[in-house]
C-alpha cells in the first residue's frame, strides 16, 4: 500500500517534473487556464459584494408616511401610538408639518418663496423603521400596502424601490456568471485536453515501447492524468494569486469611495475560500479533460 | 514452450503472410528462424509477443493460448517475454539506466530490486560504467546491448529477436549471437530471426526456414 501511494507520488513529480522542463509552453497553458478561472472566480467576487451591499441599505430601508392634510397633530400622535404596538415597525419617527418645512428651508436655501407662500404646502410626515421581521424582503411590500390602507395617510413610500431592481440585476448578473462559468470550465476541459492530446501524440514511440514490455494502459494513463492535474491545479493557483492582486488595487479606492458616501463598506475577498476552491476545481477540470484525451487517443496507439 | 498448429497470418489488405505453418520450439531450446526478406519472420514473432493475432491456428506459448488471451492480460503475458529489435527501440530522453530500468518500473519492482537487477544486466552486457549515458552517446552496438539488457532485465523464460544484427559489422554481430547463447545457457528459450546466413552457419543451433509465409524443410 505504502509502495503503491509512493509510485503514485513519484508520478505526480514526475509530471510536475516533465512540465517544469518546457517552462514556456507549460506556462502558457497555465496562464490560458488561469484567466479562464479567474473570469468567473471574479465576477463571483463581485457580485457577492453587490449582494451584502444590498443587504446593509436592506436594513436601512424605511418607509414614509405623508400624513393627510386635515390630521391634527394629536391625532398624528394617536397613529403613531397605534403604528408602535405593530411587530413589523421598530421605530417611529414623527415630524410635523412645520417642521417639514423647517427642513425644507435649510436644505433647498428658498426661505423668502417659501414665505411668500399662503399656506405650508408640506404634509406632515411619519417615518418608519420596520422591524427585522417587517424588513424581509418578503413581508415588507405587505406592510407598505398596510400603511397605504390606513385612512390618515395619503401615502407610503418605501424609500428604496430601486433596491428592488439592484437585487433584479444583481440576481441576472449572478445567473449569468453561472453560465460563464459553466462554458468557461469546459474551455479549460478542452484547452487541457487538447493538449494532452498533443503530449500523447509527441510520446506516440516511447508508449509503444513502453506496451511492448508490458505496461498496462492504467501505467501509461497515469502521467498523463497527472500533467492534467498539474495544468488545472497550477491554472487556478494562478487564478488565485490574479484575483488577490486585482482585489488588493481595488480595495484602496473602494474604500475611498465608500467613505465619501459616509459608509465603512469595504471589499470582501474570499480569499481563504477561493484559495481552496480555485486550484481543487482546476485540478478536477484538468483531470476530465486529461481522461478525455486519454480516453480517445491512448488506445489507438499499439505496437506494430 | 512455443506450439505453433496450422497458423495462418492474414493482414487487414488481404496479404496472407503466414499460411499453415507448424512447429515447436522445447523450453531452453535456441533456435534461428531465418528466410527471405518477406518471409514472414517478423510476422511470426509478432504472434508469440502478440502484437498480432493469428487468422486461423493455434498459437501456445508457455501453457497460455494466445488465441483465448483478452487484452486486457496481454501487459501482464509480455513480461514474460523479453524482445529485442533491429532498430533497438530504446527511449531518447532518458539514460541508459532508466531505459532498462523501464520493464521492472512497470512491474513495480521496489528501489533496490531494480537498481540491483539494471546493474546486473548492465554489467552482463558489458555497459556497466554507461548507465548515466543518453542512446544518443552509444555506437549502434552498444545500444543494441542496452536492448538486450532491458529484454533480460526481469529475467523472462522467452527471448525474442528480430535481425538484431541487422545493422552490425561481423564482429560485433558475433558478440551480440554470443550473448543470446549466455542466456540460452542459463535456461532461457531463444528465438532469434535474422537473415545473417553466414552468422547462424558456424553456430549449432536449429534453423526455422521460412518461404514466402511457410515452412521450407
Ligand atoms: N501490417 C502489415 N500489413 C500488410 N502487410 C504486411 C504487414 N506487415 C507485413 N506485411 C507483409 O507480410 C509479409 C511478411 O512480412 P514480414 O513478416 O515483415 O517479413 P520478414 O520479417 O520476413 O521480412 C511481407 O510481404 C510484408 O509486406
Ligand atoms: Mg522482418
Redesign the pocket.
Known amino acids: 500500500m505504502t509502495n503503491y501511494l509512493l509510485r503514485h507520488l513519484q508520478v505526480m513529480l514526475f509530471s510536475l517534473g516533465r512540465l517544469w522542463r518546457q517552462p514556456v509552453a507549460s506556462l502558457m497553458t497555465i496562464t490560458v487556464i488561469g484567466i479562464a478561472l479567474v473570469l468567473p472566480a471574479g465576477l463571483f467576487v463581485l457580485s457577492e459584494n453587490m449582494s451584502s451591499l444590498s443587504n446593509r441599505w436592506d436594513s436601512a430601508s424605511q418607509i414614509t408616511l405623508f400624513l393627510q392634510k386635515e390630521l391634527t397633530p394629536q391625532q398624528a400622535q394617536q397613529l403613531s401610538d397605534e403604528l408602535k404596538e405593530w411587530s413589523t415597525i421598530e421605530q417611529l419617527h414623527y415630524q410635523s408639518a412645520e417642521q417639514s418645512l423647517d427642513e425644507f428651508r435649510q436644505l433647498s436655501g428658498l426661505g423668502e418663496v417659501l414665505d411668500s407662500l399662503p399656506s405650508n404646502p408640506l404634509p406632515a410626515i411619519i417615518i418608519v423603521e420596520p422591524s427585522d421581521e417587517g424588513a424581509e424582503k418578503a413581508t415588507i411590500g405587505k406592510l407598505v400596502t398596510q400603511l397605504n390602507d390606513l385612512p390618515q395617510v395619503e401615502q407610503a413610500q418605501l424609500d428604496m424601490e430601486w433596491l428592488q431592481r439592484f437585487r433584479s440585476i444583481n440576481k441576472m448578473v449572478q445567473r449569468g456568471i453561472s453560465i460563464l462559468a459553466i462554458l468557461l470550465s469546459l474551455s479549460v476541459v478542452l484547452a487541457i485536453g487538447n493538449t494532452i492530446r498533443l503530449a500523447i501524440l509527441s510520446r506516440e514511440s516511447e508508449i509503444r515501447v513502453m506496451k511492448l514490455v508490458g505496461a498496462t494502459d492504467r501505467f501509461i494513463r497515469r502521467p498523463f492524468l497527472y500533467t492534467g492535474f498539474w495544468y488545472g491545479f497550477l491554472g487556478g493557483l494562478f487564478a488565485w494569486v490574479t484575483l488577490v492582486l486585482t482585489m488588493g488595487l481595488l480595495s484602496g479606492p473602494v474604500s475611498e469611495l465608500a467613505g465619501h458616501y459616509g459608509s465603512d463598506f469595504s471589499l470582501h475577498w474570499f480569499g481563504g475560500f477561493l484559495f481552496l476552491i480555485l486550484p481543487f476545481t482546476g485540478a478536477m477540470l484538468g483531470i476530465s479533460g486529461a481522461w478525455l484525451a486519454v480516453g480517445r487517443h491512448l488506445h489507438l496507439i499499439e505496437p506494430? | 514452450m512455443i506450439h505453433f498448429t496450422d497458423v495462418y497470418k492474414r493482414?487487414?489488405?488481404n496479404?496472407e503472410?503466414l499460411s499453415g505453418l507448424s512447429f515447436d520450439l522445447d523450453e531452453g531450446e535456441m533456435a534461428f528462424l531465418t528466410?527471405?526478406?518477406?518471409?514472414?519472420?517478423?510476422?511470426?514473432l509478432k504472434l508469440i509477443a502478440l502484437i498480432e493475432r493469428g487468422s486461423h491456428g493455434q498459437v501456445i506459448v508457455g501453457n497460455q493460448n494466445l488465441s483465448s488471451l483478452p487484452k486486457r492480460k496481454i501487459p501482464f503475458y509480455r513480461r514474460q517475454i523479453g524482445i529485442v529489435f533491429q532498430d533497438h527501440n530504446l527511449l531518447h530522453d532518458r539514460t541508459v539506466f532508466d531505459n532498462v530500468a523501464l520493464p521492472l518500473v512497470i512491474a513495480g519492482e521496489g528501489h533496490r530490486e531494480i537498481g540491483r537487477r539494471v546493474r546486473a544486466a548492465l554489467d552482463k552486457v558489458g555497459l556497466l560504467s554507461k548507465e548515466r549515458n543518453l542512446p544518443i552517446a552509444l555506437s549502434g552496438g552498444e545500444q543494441q546491448r542496452v536492448g538486450i539488457a532491458r529484454a533480460v532485465v526481469n529475467r523472462p523464460p522467452i527471448l525474442l529477436a528480430?535481425e538484431p544484427t541487422g545493422n552490425l559489422d561481423p564482429e560485433l554481430s558475433r558478440e551480440i549471437m554470443n550473448l543470446f547463447e549466455q542466456f540460452n545457457q542459463v535456461g532461457v528459450t531463444v528465438f532469434v530471426?535474422t537473415h545473417d546466413i553466414a552468422l547462424i552457419q558456424t553456430l549449432p543451433y536449429r534453423q526455422v526456414i521460412?518461404k514466402q509465409?511457410r515452412l521450407d524443410d
Open positions: 506494430s | 493482414y487487414p489488405n496479404y503472410a528466410g527471405h526478406s518477406g518471409a514472414g519472420k517478423s510476422t511470426l528480430d530471426a521460412l509465409g
